[in-house]
């Protein structure tokens, strides 16, 4: 039982042994200064996996994007609630009125981390801003096909067509000239492919002939500095001393990497972490019970989905892809591996995104409507695989066990198919190249701004880029979303955004399966850690409280 102690530290040692090894229960001995335990003055955070990047801007997963909120910032970021901007790096900005000048003001005695790699000689300036962006945009700029030249983001935003181009009249000031108004601008500028890097640092690694290690040994402005790393074990990180916002009270920030969920939680009740990524369902109602944690759940900006890749036939038939979606038993599924905290999907968008279309005709749920289909669409025999992610995710706890449920539901209409999974970056790497038929994934926004989710998604922008898992590119969906794009009014885009969520329903690149609850699970002591309705963790601002009057109740 979760509050029995007697049995945890056994159970733990035996999930150490049998899952990890003895590498990540080392962790917090060999991670901490001589004398010193990570527990006195830092933080374990139980992480799910292994981030494909220290730098955001050639990372697409939640799990780097987890990492890079401790190392960067950005010229803006959202509150806590996710409701609003805020300044960061730019103290402040103004938009031109025809909305094509955007004018950043940069907040200046903004200090770089210095680590045993990397001693700065300047504070953060204009120049480092435009060396961030300009990787990303200019196929001539020295780092642009460094790591291999993709920027999952940057691209499938179309940030390379709206820019103009990137100015600083001065070290302090930034002007980005678009080529036509785009309403979501300001917000995308707070995502963490919009994090600022070291161009000093950069200009560093390149004369030395390694420039790829501006992505594996990152340098930023963040309230962390990067320490150490083990694949598939830690992460360590210090405290940034010359933090602009301020030093944090925890010196010491580990992620320990614990890929399965029951090690993940044996570890929290242990003792040895303070926060755990993405419990369980099943695991939910224990913790509510253990006086030792606290939970917070709230819905999530998210959509979990089931995605066609439209290259391959027959998947590029919108009539198999609807027949093969009317098979699928999603209130099963979501009873199964939510375990209820969900809701079921129709659209791409959650129901608490303010452009969401209500009167979306919802799937039904008919294996003998979807077996008259195929047959009507010539399909007589189907064989296809299904992509399952090895991680955990909010919008998808357990996607082996949704993949295991969806296989008995297309063999009762005679489709047979294989599950298939990797590691989390070589899954990530072969779906963007499109080795795939089907694939169990999902998008959570680090935006308020629907085009976040429709955009990056299912745009023609990132079937080109390789963000776009279904490569579906539809003339009628992508003229909606671009008009959508350049209008300020909101009711105005909310009629647009609605009748691309149309569009997107009657061709069905993927099916919508559910919106799943955020759940953040730390230990009571953990104070400060705010539940982001974007998902994910940021640990700015939180410590261990060191007596119970410091606990919030």
Not at 38 to 43: E, F, Q, V
Not at 144 to 160: A, C, D, K, R
Not at 318 to 328: D, E, N, S, Y
């Amino acid at each position: 039982m979760p509050n029995d102690p007697l049995p945890r530290q056994p159970l733990l040692r035996r999930l150490s042994a049998l899952v990890l090894g003895p590498t990540l229960g080392l962790c917090l001995v060999a991670c901490s200064p001589p004398g010193e335990s990570i527990k006195a003055k830092g933080l374990v955070y139980c992480s799910e996996g292994s981030p494909e990047a220290f730098n955001p801007q050639v990372a697409s997963s939640g799990t780097a994007f987890d990492t890079a909120r401790a190392l960067y910032n950005r010229l803006v970021e959202f509150t806590p609630d996710g409701k609003d901007l805020r300044p960061a790096l730019a103290e402040g900005w103004e938009v031109s009125e025809d909305g094509l000048a955007w004018t950043f003001h940069l907040r200046r005695g903004v200090k770089f981390h210095q680590t045993p790699y990397f001693t700065p000689s300047r504070e953060f300036s204009a120049e480092d801003v435009l060396f961030s962006f300009e990787r990303q945009r200019r196929y001539e700029h020295p780092y642009h096909f460094v790591s291999g030249g993709s920027y999952p983001y940057f691209e499938s935003t179309e940030l390379g067509k709206l820019l103009a181009g990137i100015e600083a009249p001065d070290a302090h000031t930034v002007v980005f000239r678009l080529n036509r108004p785009y309403a979501p601008f300001l917000s995308i500028l707070a995502m963490e492919f919009a994090s600022i890097l070291s161009a000093e640092y950069g200009q560093q690694r390149l004369a030395a002939g390694h420039p790829e290690a501006l992505d594996r040994q990152p340098i930023g402005t963040g309230p962390y500095r990067f320490k150490r790393y083990e694949k598939d074990a830690f992460i360590r990180f210090t405290a940034h001393p010359d933090y602009w916002a301020g030093r944090e009270r925890t010196e010491y920030l580990v992620f320990a990497i614990t890929t399965d969920p029951s090690l993940r939680y044996a570890r929290l009740n242990a003792g040895e972490c303070d926060v755990m990524a993405y419990p369980l369902p099943s695991q939910v109602a224990s913790m509510r019970q253990d006086p030792e944690l606290t939970v917070a759940s709230a819905p999530g900006l998210n959509i979990a989905f089931w995605g066609f890749n439209t290259r391959k036939k027959p998947f590029d038939n919108p009539k198999v892809r609807q027949a093969l979606g009317m098979a699928v038993n999603r209130e099963a599924i979501i009873e199964a591996v939510y375990r209820g905290a969900a809701v079921s999907a129709e659209s791409p968008l959650p129901p608490t995104l303010w452009a969401y279309e209500p009167q979306l005709a919802k799937t039904e749920f008919n294996p003998d409507k979807a077996r008259r289909m195929l047959k009507e669409a010539g399909i007589i025999e189907l064989n296809l695989d299904i992509w399952a992610m090895p991680v955990q995710r909010p919008y998808n706890p357990n996607a082996r066990k949704m993949a295991e449920l969806i296989q008995e539901d297309l063999r009762a209409i005679g489709v047979r198919s294989r599950i298939i999974s990797y590691e989390w970056g070589s899954f990530l790497q072969r779906l963007r190249r499109g080795e795939h038929d089907t694939v169990l994934l999902g998008w959570t926004a680090d935006t308020n701004d629907p085009d976040h989710f429709l955009t990056p998604t299912l745009s023609c922008a990132a079937a080109t880029s390789g963000s776009s898992r279904t490569f579906w590119c539809d003339p009628e969906f992508e003229r909606l979303i671009n008009m959508a794009r350049r209008l300020n009014n909101q009711d105005e885009r909310t009629v647009l955004y609605q009748r691309a969520q149309t569009v997107f329903k009657q061709q069905t690149p993927w099916l919508s399966i559910a919106h799943g609850a955020n759940v953040q699970v730390a230990r009571r002591d953990i104070q400060g850690l705010k539940q982001s309705p974007f998902g994910g963790v940021n640990f700015s601002g939180v410590w261990r409280a060191e007596s119970k009057s410091e606990v919030a109740p």
